[in-house]
């Protein structure tokens, strides 16, 4: 358990969280964060951050997203299907 000071920040109001929580919950500047209130407690908790596809990739790799491209182009080569045969939407 951590204890912290509500201070006024601007015409809101502000706590501090204590290192040890930051580092618990691996937190860092400007990560974004869901707030619930539940009865008399409040919940701070991380919000899961969809990764995008070049994220993901430069993940899976190791290494950054035009390395892979340039070494895998073959993969990434845009495959046409033909003309839509029913009520697709392109």
Known sequence: MATAIIAKWGNSRGIRLPKKVLERLDLKDNDIVDILVDNDKIIIRKKYQHKTLKQRV??????????????????????????????EIW
């Open 58 to 87: 430069e993940e899976f790799y190791g290494k950054d997203f035009e390395s892979v491209v340039k070494e895998n182009s073959y993969e990434f080569e845009e495959i046409n299907w033909g003309k839509p045969a029913g009520d």
